[in-house]
């Protein structure tokens, strides 16, 4: 049984890299099929949170919903004020997700119950809470939040000029966020910039290990940074990336594109390695898995390729496009479609 998915990016660190996953495999994903879908009538573009008992996710009527994992059936509903695209975070028995009627909510897990929420001053566009030590750092309209989990109080703003559609990620030094066509590193207590490194229309999240930083950019320009300094260390060429965010596993790094690919480039050197075609953008963010990399496409397709060579594995058509980030967790792949279904497929 492979572990819980409780963040947009598996683990603080944004990797969407499910290294407890053993069941799926390349071997066997052929197989996958349709094990239920949950129909919401509206839109569903965020990745799912996973537990053994419930998933979470949201939708563009403003729902939060939690559907049993087994079944697909709902199991509570919470609704904010405006529509929900950012991803749901979880920890310790609490559901931590923003909603663009600028409030970050806390529900109970459990039963949805609200447990607090703290007005933000602006939308949560699609940027997700990434979880560390009793804190949540969200992005919205022109700034970087930092609040704390038990009572939702601010810590600090970081302001920006424009909206922050990027998620954060976290290592033990500092967060790492793209906007104001840079991609930055600040101080975790306050919120200060350690450095800034000059990218156009950058607005992936990135990924961090180590001394290593990845992103992309809307203009298709990837980069790998230092993580301490900001120094670039390599830069290749792609199709836009959007905003969609990278996967990172062993020494493969994976960028979506809306040039209708899946890229799979050497972590160390940024050289291409491979590239998946679909019928239309890929605007969702890769996961990985025991050796299958997942990823939805606009043209209503989620694929499972093999990450060494980009062989296609498995792929199955939904009821419309996507631009939902798959969640593979406890030996299956969910994920969501403007059709407005939640699918859940298992062998």
């Known amino acids: 049984m492979s572990a819980d998915w409780t963040q947009r990016g598996f683990i603080k660190q944004g990797h969407r890299h499910n290294t407890e996953e053993k069941k799926l495999s390349v071997h066997n994903v052929g197989g996958l099929k349709k094990k239920w879908a949950n129909a919401t009538s509206h839109p569903i573009v965020c990745s799912i949170a996973v537990t053994e008992k419930l998933v979470f996710f949201g939708n563009f009527a403003g729902d939060v919903i939690a559907a049993d994992r087994a079944t ?3 199991a509570w509903k919470f609704t904010t004020g405006a529509f929900v695209d950012s991803s749901p975070a979880l920890h310790d028995g609490i559901l931590f997700i923003g909603s663009n009627d600028s409030t970050m909510y806390a529900l109970h897990a459990a039963t949805g119950a609200l447990k ?9 566009l699609f940027s997700s809470a990434a979880l560390e030590g009793g804190d949540l750092y969200v992005g919205g309209l022109n700034a970087v939040v930092k609040l704390r989990q038990s009572n939702g109080a601010l810590q600090w703003v970081r302001p920006f000029s424009g909206f922050v559609a990027s998620s954060v990620a976290i290592d033990d030094d500092a967060i790492y966020v793209s906007g104001d066509d840079h991609i930055f590193s600040l101080h975790k207590a306050s919120g200060a910039k350690r450095w800034a490194f000059n990218a156009t229309f950058a607005s992936s999240t990135p990924v961090v290990r180590g001394e290593r930083l990845w992103a992309g950019t809307q ?3 990837v980069f790998c940074l230092d993580a301490d300094t900001g120094k670039k260390i390599w830069h290749q060429k792609i199709g836009d990336v959007q905003f969609a965010s990278p996967a990172l596993a062993d020494d493969t790094v994976f960028f979506s594109s809306i040039d209708h ?8 050197t940024g050289s291409i390695r491979w590239s998946f075609a679909t019928g239309d953008l890929v605007d969702s963010s890769p996961a990985v898995a025991n050796g299958v990399v997942y990823v939805a496409s606009f043209d209503g397709n989620v694929y499972a390729l093999s990450a060494h060579t980009g062989a296609k594995l498995w792929s199955f058509t939904m009821g419309g496009p996507s631009i939902s980030s798959p969640s593979v967790s406890h030996e299956h792949v969910y994920v969501g479609s403007y059709d407005g279904n939640l699918y859940s497929f298992g062998l």
């Open 261 to 268: 690919s899946l890229y799979a480039l050497d972590a160390d």
């Open 72 to 74: 697909g059936v709902t």
């Open 116 to 124: 607090w929420k703290t007005p933000l001053g602006g939308g949560v």
């Open 219 to 221: 203009n298709g320009d």
